[in-house]
Each structure stands twice: as structure tokens, then as C-alpha cells.
């Protein structure tokens, strides 16, 4: 079993920056890909950005060059900086962690952005 924690969301201006925080614990050696991923009102699910096991990375286009995803193995915890942050980015965002065909979710933190 995986199991998640986020941490690290909140209320912020547009223009500023957050950082996101995802604790894994359990069987953290399973785990394939990391993720972070959004749900805003009314809308599908999306990725917003994923890690690799080997460290590699991808983002879409909506949020590439103003969000980093990183990790310290150390405290197995996955990282996302969000900056220049715009009102579109107000969404409820996951962390997910891919291990053996499963997905875990963590439970979500809002983000919005105030224009």
C-alpha cells in the first residue's frame, strides 16, 4: 500500500507562487511515476505535471515554464512550484503516485488564485 499526503495549498494573487507538498509512505519502492494533477469546478481532471522514477519530467503547455516538479528522496516527498500563478489555476490539486497498474490519490488541496 501507498499511501499520500498534500500539503501546501491556499489563497494567492495572481502573479505569485505556491509550493505543493506530497509525503509518500508504505510501499514507496513500488512506485513508478508521481504526478500532480488538478480538478477545477465543472471541469475534468488533468495532469499539470509528472516525475519519473529515472527523473524524468513532463508538463503541458498550459503550465510549462511556470511549474517545476521535484523530489527529495531523502523524505520521499514530491514537490510543486507553482509561479506566475493565473486565476485559470484555481483548482482542487492531487498528488498521485503509479505502482503495479494502481494509481493512489491523495485527498486534495485547494488552490486559488485571486485576480
Known amino acids: 500500500q501507498v499511501q499520500l499526503v498534500e500539503s501546501g495549498g491556499g489563497l494567492v494573487q495572481a502573479g505569485g507562487s505556491l509550493r505543493l507538498s506530497c509525503a509518500a509512505s508504505g510501499s514507496i519502492f513500488r512506485i513508478n511515476l508521481m504526478g500532480w494533477y488538478r480538478q477545477a469546478a465543472g471541469k475534468q481532471r488533468e495532469s499539470v505535471a509528472t516525475?519519473?522514477?529515472?527523473?524524468?519530467?513532463n508538463y503541458p503547455d498550459s503550465v510549462k515554464g511556470r511549474f517545476t516538479i521535484s523530489r527529495d528522496n531523502a523524505k520521499n516527498t514530491v514537490y510543486l512550484q507553482m509561479n506566475s500563478l493565473k486565476p485559470e489555476d484555481t483548482a482542487v490539486y492531487y498528488c498521485?503516485?503509479?505502482?503495479?497498474?494502481?494509481?493512489?490519490w491523495g485527498q486534495g488541496t485547494q488552490v486559488t488564485v485571486s485576480s
Open positions: 516525475i519519473t522514477r529515472g527523473g524524468s519530467t
Open positions: 498521485a503516485a503509479a505502482h503495479l497498474g494502481e494509481t493512489t
